[in-house]
């Protein structure tokens, strides 16, 4: 199974983790550091929200087990203190301790439960359009009930722009065929993280988190309501500040790659 190659200008390199195997990193630009940890089928391109940050942060994109260019390692992690583990060994192996974390989605997830556990491994946490909490009042929306057809105008409000980030290339049956198997298997790895659907234990754990947070979410997101921010903001013991990018869906950094760049940057600074 092969996968697109790192664009021209991204360095490409790969670290071994204890529990999860060989993980793939991507990164470009120069200044402070911000990792990223992805959601949902992960990166096999660079994005354009991306490419706006690394003009002014060295951007670190860290695939956790089982997604684009990294190994199926998804398949050792049982229960939410493997995965902890995993990415406090992760972002250690990737030499961003102590860095900027944003997580998407599931890896919003992530990356705050790696934050109350550790303070010593993030220095400004960014969530965007995280999960991990749940409210049966305004319930998180199961994205794996929908039909593959209709997954990218489900968590997407642009699809033009979602289509330039994540759509499988055209033409060539094989490449095609091995794109859509890499963006699967790392949906089944973004399920084995959040499934079952619900409160996994987080919302006990948010008074741990003392950086300073980001909570950044679209207005129009079918996944994880925006009434979540505050949800979050209301467990996090540092100070928290929430913006929301009108008009974006789940997708936030792919809808709105230049409003959304732009709030995390002036975040950062």
């Known amino acids: 199974m092969s996968e697109l190659p790192a664009p021209e200008d991204v360095a490409e390199r790969h670290v ?36 706006l940050v690394s003009r002014q942060r060295k951007v670190v994109l860290i695939s956790q087990p089982g ?39 599931a890896g919003g997830m992530l990356a705050a439960e790696l934050a109350a556990f550790s303070e010593q491994h993030i220095r400004k946490l960014v969530l965007v359009g995280a999960a991990g ?7 998180f929306q199961n994205p794996f009930a929908q039909r593959a057809a209709d997954i990218a105008g489900f968590v997407s409000n642009n699809l033009e722009a979602f289509n330039a980030v994540h759509a499988a290339p055209d033409g060539d049956e094989d490449a095609t065929a091995d794109y859509e198997l890499v963006a699967y298997r ?14 996994r234990g987080l919302k006990k754990r948010l008074h741990r988190i003392t950086c300073p947070t980001l909570l950044l979410w679209g207005s129009e997101d079918r996944v994880v309501p925006a009434s ?11 100070p928290t500040e929430i913006q929301s990018i009108e008009g974006a869906g789940h997708t936030v950094t792919v809808d ?10 002036r975040f950062l600074a």
């Open 133 to 139: 909490l749940f409210d049966p009042a305004e319930p």
């Open 186 to 199: 790392a949906v089944e790895s973004c399920a084995r993280l959040i499934w079952p659907l619900g409160d």
């Open 228 to 238: 979540y921010a505050k949800r979050f903001a209301d467990g996090i013991a540092g």
């Open 16 to 51: 071994q983790i204890p529990l999860g195997g060989t993980c793939r990193v991507w990164e470009k630009g120069t200044g402070e550091t911000l990792a990223i940890f992805a959601g949902g089928a992960g990166y096999q391109r660079w994005s354009p929200f991306m490419e």
């Open 67 to 105: 997604y684009p260019g990294s190994n199926p390692g998804h398949h050792e992690l049982d229960d939410t203190t493997d995965w902890i583990t995993m990415g406090l060994d992760l972002l250690e192996a990737a030499g961003v301790k102590g860095a900027d974390l944003l997580g998407e989605s």
């Open 256 to 265: 709105a790659a230049e409003a959304a760049a732009e709030a995390v940057l």
